[in-house]
């Protein structure tokens, strides 16, 4: 028999084709872009500090801010969804519109209206029924129904062939057999493309297109995807740049030594890969070298990294970022747009980095990670000798040195220390300085904007209950509020004590358990130097400094339950509201005095670290019960069994017990098991009135060296 090859000429097979091969291209590209990005770094939201300082090569880094944006906005990505999406509706559209001619299949069963399991007998008898009534001799064509003779005739003729299909036994075999009474058929195949495609000859050109695709095209599309998704990891980092930084990883590590890690990352290598990836690096070395050490900030060390650096494209790397934090004028279009253009990379490595530093645990190279970020940001060297000072427009090294000088300060001044000055003193340490008085209240401007958090009080406690036990679900509860550099004491309300304390819902309130505060966000940080808008995030970590590590993993925060700012006449001032920082964590599994020193770092701006000492008390469950039996203020209540199954996570499946027993060498517990506390019955005391208030002090000049000692408060009654 033959074979058949026949063209979609109605289109009624090639829209199915082309929606199933678009789809395998647009379903997994559009969930790449849905993907919330690994990196929150950057954020659209929030206002943007106003200043008219425009910083040298303003155009240039504007042109890389705008090349920063349409990387995030992955504009091609989204490009190619749309135009997918719009060629799978259009093929829906033609798949619900086109008339299918479907092919019916034979049935001599259906013909004659009886059942499968009909006997021969049966047949017989409804084919001599359908002859009185069907027969052309008996059978008038009916006009109404639009017979005519020739049609009534062709159904007899289906009739009789099948009584004969299920009375003739040969006829009855190739039914069975090939579907049809007369036998084997020709084949007929039917090829997915309208016949318009491959009229006049040009049909082998169409396969061959069809070819390429399936075989070539489409398996290359899916290994490129496959091959790039195991070459990163899941935050978005090629696999040899986790490996370079974790083999340059070191318990102690400065600022400027996670910097030559972080140097090392492979995604560099894209962004220099136009011409020649070394060209022009003579010229950015020799720039460094005739440039003043104190005013590039690099140490002897530092010059050494980069001179023992045989790599020319990380050595040029690594000039390009020094020439960055430095702001040097390289006097060359390209060289600037790469040295602005590697700063947001060397943000996002950075952060791999501190991944990385996270998992050891030690404090410094956290910390070095942390000041490294500042840098970054505000392009200020990120060595001990940087000048804090640097973030005020129209301020430079020459000019900040004067005014350090003139006050006697041996340590670099900060922001907070300047603007605590009187403003007839700053104008004429200014104007001393060579600082127009104009430009000055520039400064002074973007100074009383900037978002300095001021640590109010803080305190341990374990919610609802009145004291800490041992391995209880215990919180650091922070309150803070804005208070930028400069403003004047009068102008700050003091603080509420109400704010300051952190009440309980009641135990039946389940809404009022759940219900979180809404977020407020604050302005995206200051930054004129770097080429792409931040959000500045506060990082909260509990550390031993006896042993040099960490006990509890920083907490992130860059939203709060208070609006920290407000708009008016085109400044964002303070709302000087107490904001709320909350750290759960689960506490040791003795009793006992712990001492912790808590670091709060803010990753946008230097010289806004705070730090002090936090103590922890953990009482013995049996001297709870003897307490609350001398005051005679107590009634036993059951305390109800954990959930079985359910599981307290503490941030990065870390725990201050686990930390606490690490550092003393002793097995930690399982982090995937739910932790039980080992504590008595529950003890319900009356409520009672604070009779203490707090002493707390936060310090934010750089001169204050006292450590406020907080006491663990547990009272979380309401007053």
Known sequence: ?????????????????????TSLITLPLT????????????????????????????????VQRAKQKRKELRLKRMLTAATGWLVMAYMIYLMAITARATPQIWDPFSILDVSYSSSEKDINRRYRRLSLTMHPDKREPNPAHNETAESVNDEWVEIVKAYKALTDEEVMKNYREYGNPDGKQSTSFGIALPQLLVAEGSGKYVLLVYGALLGIGLPW???????????????????????????????????????????????????????????????????????????IGMLPKDKKTLDALEDPVQRK???????????LDLDDKTLEGEKYEL???????????????????????????????????????????????????????????????????????????????PPEHRRALATAAGLPTQQLQVAETVASQLPLLRVEKAFFKVQGEKFI?????????????????????????PVNEKDLQDIDPPDGDIQAQKQE??????????????????????????????QGKIAVPPFTFSTFDKIPFAESDGKMVPTFEVVTLKMQFQAPPQAGEYKFQMNMVCDAYVGFDYKQEVVMSIEEPGKVVEEEEEEGNYEEDEISEPEEGKHYPTHLGYSIAGAMAAM?????????????????????????????????????DEDESEESETDTDTDSDEE
Do not use: C
Not at 275 to 280: L, R
Not at 317 to 327: D, F, N, P, V
Not at 687 to 698: G, I, N, V
């Open 1 to 21: 028999m033959s074979s058949e090859y026949n063209y979609d000429t109605d289109a009624q097979f090639f829209p199915f084709f082309v929606l199933t091969i």
């Open 31 to 62: 969930y790449t872009l849905l993907r919330s990005p690994s990196d929150h770094s950057s954020s659209s939201k929030g206002r943007q500090i106003e200043s008219p300082y425009q910083p040298e090569h303003a155009d240039i880094i504007e």
């Open 517 to 546: 505060p809404e977020a407020r966000s604050i302005p995206l940080a200051h930054a004129p130097y770097f080429a792409r808008d931040r959000s500045p995030r506060w990082h909260v970590f509990l550390a031993d400094p006896r």
């Open 469 to 493: 036990l041992p391995s209880s679900l215990i919180q650091l509860v922070i309150k803070a509020r804005f208070i930028p550099p400069g403003t004047p004491s009068t102008s700050i309300p």
């Open 664 to 700: 003393k060498g002793q097995p930690t517990a399982d982090p995937n098991k739910p932790a039980r506390q080992a504590r008595p019955k529950r003890v319900v005391a009356k409520k009672r009135k604070e009779d203490e208030e707090s002493d707390y002090e936060s310090g934010t």
């Open 317 to 327: 790397t690594l000039a390009l970022i020094w020439a960055y934090l430095s702001r």
């Open 343 to 421: 700063a947001p990379t060397a943000l996002r490595m950075n952060e791999a980095f501190l991944s990385i530093a996270l998992a050891y645990g030690f404090t410094a190279p956290v910390l070095s990670s942390f000041h490294l970020s500042q840098s970054l940001t505000q392009a200020i060297p990120p060595s001990a000798a940087s000048l804090p000072l640097l973030q005020l427009p129209h301020f430079t090294p020459k000019i900040i040195k004067s005014i350090e000088t003139s006050t006697g300060k041996k340590d670099h001044m900060t922001i907070q220390s300047f603007m605590a000055l």
């Open 221 to 295: 599309l899916v290994g490129k995807w496959w091959y790039g998704m195991k070459s990163q990891t899941k935050e978005r980092v090629f696999v040899t740049s986790a490996g370079n930084m974790f083999r340059a990883f070191r318990e102690r590590m400065d600022s400027g030594d996670v910097f030559a890690a972080v140097g090392s990352a492979s995604e560099f290598r894209d962004i220099l890969a136009g011409g020649k990836a070394d060209t022009g690096l003579g010229k950015v070395e020799k720039r460094l070298q005739e440039a003043d050490s104190v005013d």
